[in-house]
């Protein structure tokens, strides 16, 4: 099994930043793709970033060139680097990981790619 545990959510006035953490543990070698997906109130789970095993991202229209993932192996750490944030940007932010089991993905940035997941992190934006 794979645990992740978000951190770095917050409040934040718009315009501002902020950095989201995801610490993974267990067997994160039977892991390929990671991402950052956000629902807001009375929406459904969007995907905002994906990373690939070899670095490789993928983002969502409305977040591209305001945010930036990236990933420490080192660390099993996951990060989502956010600026220019906007109010339509507030949700809960969720880490989650693919099963390398189930190979490339089709669509990084979709919800049922991804088999692991955090228990999420509050973004507020105003």
């Known amino acids: 099994h794979v645990q992740l545990v978000e951190s770095g959510g917050g409040s934040v006035r718009a315009g501002g930043s902020l950095r989201l953490s995801c610490a993974a543990s267990?067997?994160?070698?039977?892991?390929?793709?990671m991402g950052w997906f956000r629902q807001a109130p009375g929406k459904e789970r969007e995907g905002v970033a994906a990373?690939?095993?070899?670095?490789?991202?993928t983002y969502a229209d409305s977040v591209k060139g305001r945010f930036t993932i990236s990933k420490d192996g080192a660390k099993n750490s996951l990060y989502l680097q956010m600026n220019s944030l906007k109010p339509e940007d507030t949700a809960v932010y969720y880490c989650?990981?693919?099963?390398?089991?189930?190979?490339?993905?089709?669509?990084?940035?979709?919800?049922?790619?991804?088999?692991?997941w955090g228990q999420g992190t509050q973004v507020t934006v105003s």
């Open positions: 990373i690939g095993t070899v670095g490789t991202t």
């Open positions: 989650a990981a693919r099963p390398r089991i189930r190979g490339v993905p089709q669509n990084e940035l979709s919800y049922s790619e991804y088999g692991y």
């Open positions: 267990g067997y994160i070698s039977r892991t390929n793709y």
